[in-house]
């Protein structure tokens, strides 16, 4: 994995065997760490020779209304990807030039476009369109498109697994709790709806992004603080969410609880923790507003899923949503 690409402390993790190897080094861009990737796989005898990949699957946030199905990548498609970064600021066009950089080095190999959108082609219209005239839907594909659709498909087919059920008879809530977040109802094995809407900053509070918020506080605001609309984006994505509401991080395992602590950091204390606690708190309630709503749309649940780095390893999220649930019990 290539973090924190084109900044000063990026670095490259492999895992293999089960042992991490972790090096801190320079990736400016994206050909970079896919050479990094490439030579890591021949230093751990992964393989003999880039040539021996004959396929490359790649994760694309949006595929709008564009991409039906998963995609074999040429240029006409490629430029697709890039051209829907209107949907996923933040990652089709990281995502378009990742493959291009892998078609520059292995241009031998398949390139198959897997989108997270997919999943959710399956909503409603009473669950994707929002609210405004109907022609802007029809000129401009405004509309919800939903997020995190590669991980809630596998996550709902193995928690079928788990129980033994089929998929069609169940009703399931996946809560995808990373530094962005969502929340999916699955209902007989589909996407019934989705907290994740035009694009991956709407709805549920996220690391630094602020989902939902009154669309007349954006131009409320730009007059206050004299900025343009770019700026206001960058606030919205960048500078929200936990890290706005805390003004300490955008990572959650810096605001937990003493009890729920890393063992190498220091307690929170004073203003910080209060704000810290705030933070949380808000995050955990706007899960409990989609869980809850999502139930009753559904006429019932089966089965709620806490996933990725937030969902699985801090258990004050989960206590505090499942403690909202209590009612149904």
């Known amino acids: 994995m290539a973090d924190r690409v084109g900044l000063d402390d990026s670095s490259f993790t492999i895992k293999v065997n089960g042992e991490k190897h972790q090096e801190k080094i320079a990736i400016p861009n994206s050909e970079t760490a896919v050479t990094i990737l490439l030579k890591k796989l021949k230093k751990y005898n992964l393989i003999d020779d880039p040539k021996e990949i004959i396929g490359i699957g790649h994760r694309i946030v949006a595929g709008g209304e564009e991409f039906k199905d998963s995609a074999l990548v040429d240029q006409e498609t490629l430029q697709k990807i890039y051209d829907l970064k209107q949907y996923a ?51 401009y594909g405004a509309r919800k498109y939903g997020a995190h659709g590669i991980s809630v498909r596998y996550i709902s087919q193995k928690v079928a697994q788990i129980l033994n059920l089929d998929i069609k008879d169940l009703k399931l809530i996946v809560c995808h709790l990373g530094s962005g977040a969502s929340i999916t109802a699955v209902k007989n094995g589909k996407s019934y709806d989705t907290s994740m809407g035009f694009t991956p900053v709407a709805e549920i509070t996220m690391s630094s992004r602020s989902g939902d918020v009154d669309p007349s506080l954006l131009p409320f605001i730009m007059k206050k603080e004299d900025i343009n609309i770019d700026q206001m984006m960058k606030i919205l994505y960048h500078k929200s969410g936990l890290l706005g509401i805390s003004g300490i991080s955008p990572d959650m395992r810096n605001l937990r609880s003493k009890r729920n602590l890393r063992s190498n950091m220091t307690p929170l204390k004073g203003e910080k923790k209060a704000r810290a606690d705030l933070a949380r708190n808000i995050f955990i309630n706007r899960i409990i507003r989609y869980v809850g709503s999502y139930i009753l749309e559904m006429g019932g649940l089966d089965s709620i899923i806490f996933t990725v780095g937030v969902g699985e390893h801090d258990y004050g999220v989960r206590e505090g949503v499942m403690d909202s649930l209590k009612l149904l019990a």
């Open 89 to 139: 600021p933040l990652h089709n066009a990281v995502e378009a030039d990742v493959i291009k950089a892998f078609m520059k080095f292995l241009p031998d190999a398949a390139e198959v476009a897997v989108f997270d959108t997919l999943f959710h082609q399956s909503l409603d219209p009473v669950h994707y369109l929002y609210s405004l005239p109907y022609k802007y839907y029809e000129k």
